[in-house]
């Protein structure tokens, strides 16, 4: 699965930053949670092509991203510079391995990467790992998908990202009595007049399950919003934004 995973993301990382842009709303929504960012630890697990990660260090955050993939952590190395921020090749499983106990103000995890573990034993292990490398107090953010609605409501499809030169099409297959969801891709090239198909395996992790991970792992003040503008979580929405601390 993790090739299949690294495949996905190789062939579609030269269009990765157009297809998902910064979203300042991010930024903002880190600094409510984690105050005046001068100086801060933190670490950005899935930080892709960086750029999350650089804006967090233009306000004087000392900024680690990790990425499994190469491809995009090479675009992050060549076009995001700045002395406070640093990128490397990291799997959100070896945390413990990584880095040092109580080292990090704040960890991020957005981008929908926490569900690409394949189940809960996994998850549960790379919360832990966050927790090892949390201070005491500091603040953990997370994003993935709302699978409680996409669940319910058998989501099939999601939005259609479109730009000038892309459309990006996302398709979910699901499978019977199982929490695994086949994600099904097609990047339309418009330029190139070619696309780029890939089929990936994402865990559909609910609400209550996460909560109960999260609980299981020592966190605490747990709270769950629909956005990255701290609307309340519930209902027909994609997104599910989480914070909480240790």
């Known amino acids: 699965m993790k090739d299949k995973q690294n495949q996905f993301y190789t062939s579609i990382s030269k269009y990765y930053s157009e297809i998902f842009p910064y979203k300042p709303v991010q930024l903002q929504f880190v600094k409510n949670g984690v105050g005046d960012l001068n100086k801060k630890q933190i670490l950005d697990i899935g930080c892709a092509t960086g750029e999350l990660a650089f804006n967090l260090a233009k306000e004087f955050a000392e900024v680690t991203g990790i990425d499994l993939n190469e491809d995009l952590l090479q675009q992050a190395k060549n076009n995001k510079i700045i002395s406070t921020l640093k990128f490397q090749s990291g799997n959100m499983l070896e945390l413990k391995k990584d880095f040092q106990p109580n080292q990090f103000d704040a960890v991020l995890c957005f981008g929908n990467t926490l569900v690409h573990l394949p189940n809960f034993d996994l998850i549960g292990e790379m919360l832990m790992g966050v927790y090892s490398v949390l201070k005491t107090g500091g603040s953990f953010l997370i994003q993935i998908l709302n699978y409680d609605y996409i669940l319910a409501e058998q989501v099939s499809e999601l939005p259609i990202i479109e730009t000038e030169n892309i459309k990006f099409v996302r398709k979910y297959e699901f499978e019977k009595s199982s929490p695994l969801i086949r994600f099904q891709t097609d990047l339309h090239l ?25 609980r299981n792992s020592g966190f605490k003040e747990i709270k769950l919003f629909s956005n990255f503008k701290k609307d309340s979580f519930g209902g027909k929405h994609l997104p599910l934004v989480v914070s909480m601390v240790k």
């Open 190 to 214: 418009k330029k190139e007049g070619r696309v780029i198909s890939n089929e990936t395996v994402l865990l559909a992790l609910k609400s209550a399950e996460l909560i109960d991970l999260l």
